[in-house]
């Protein structure tokens, strides 16, 4: 099972939106609305953000939001803070009944 | 509030073994599938075995080729990894992580992590 592609970079100024895309195949993001969203400080474990494509779990801000078209997910982050500036990892449920992880994005807020 | 703390890492030389433990509190253990992820430093993560809330079912990543094995004591709130024939690139943060969300498909809480280090 391949990783999915996520740019390795992202970066914005506060306030600015962005967006971080990652890309699957048939049998992984485009096979289920089973695609979750991690936040990653240095040194900590990651954080669901995002579950299940565009859900929020309680208490994740609402800039925060997720998209899906075929097997290509987004994350986007809007009025980005200083404290968004993290790596993130999309994942997906597989048709193998396993999951695979995207390679992370570093996002830095300038 | 939910918590996972895993257990059992440390520095061990290449051939060896290992048995990592996750123990979990505050949550029903034996009713939530848990899985176990790795991240090598600096790099991403990599999801390597999945149980069944029972542990009658289990998955396992291919890259692991029959050298790890996954396994639960519902009794003990405690899910277990048990690692051999390590290699240096086994070298990693090992996570345990409950799989929650309404679809079964995420990793709602995850542990702190525990270090690997496999080497002569």
């Known amino acids: 099972q391949s990783a999915l592609t996520q740019p390795a970079s992202v970066s914005g100024s506060p306030g600015q939106s962005i967006t971080i895309s990652c890309t699957g195949t048939?049998?992984?993001?485009?096979?289920?609305?089973?695609v979750s969203w991690y936040q990653q400080h240095p040194g900590k474990a990651p954080k669901l953000m995002i579950y299940?494509?565009?859900n929020r779990p309680s208490g994740v801000s609402f800039r925060f939001s997720g998209s899906k078209s075929g097997s290509r997910a987004s994350l986007t982050i809007s009025g980005l803070q200083a404290e968004d500036e993290a790596d993130y990892y999309c994942?997906?449920?597989?048709?193998?009944?396993?999951?695979?992880f995207g390679g992370g994005t570093r996002l830095t807020v300038l | 509030e939910v918590q996972l703390v895993e257990s059992g890492g440390g520095l061990v030389q290449p051939g060896g073994s290992l048995r990592l433990a996750c123990a979990a509190s505050a949550f029903t253990f034996n009713i939530y599938e848990m899985s176990w992820v790795r991240q090598a430093p600096g790099k991403g993560l990599e999801w390597l075995s999945y149980i069944s809330s029972s542990g009658d079912t289990i998955y396992y990543a291919d890259s692991l080729k029959g050298r790890f094995t996954i396994s639960r004591d519902n009794a003990k709130n405690s899910l277990y990894l048990q690692m051999n024939n390590l290699r240096a690139e086994d070298t990693a943060v090992y996570y345990c992580?409950?799989?929650?969300?309404?679809?079964?498909?995420?990793?709602?809480?995850w542990g702190q992590g525990t270090l690997v280090t496999v080497s002569s």
């Open positions: 299940d494509v565009s």
């Open positions: 048939s049998s992984d993001v485009g096979a289920y609305n089973y």
């Open positions: 994942s997906s449920y597989t048709s193998s009944s396993t999951w695979v």
């Open positions: 992580a409950r799989i929650g969300c309404t679809s079964t498909s995420c990793f709602d809480y």
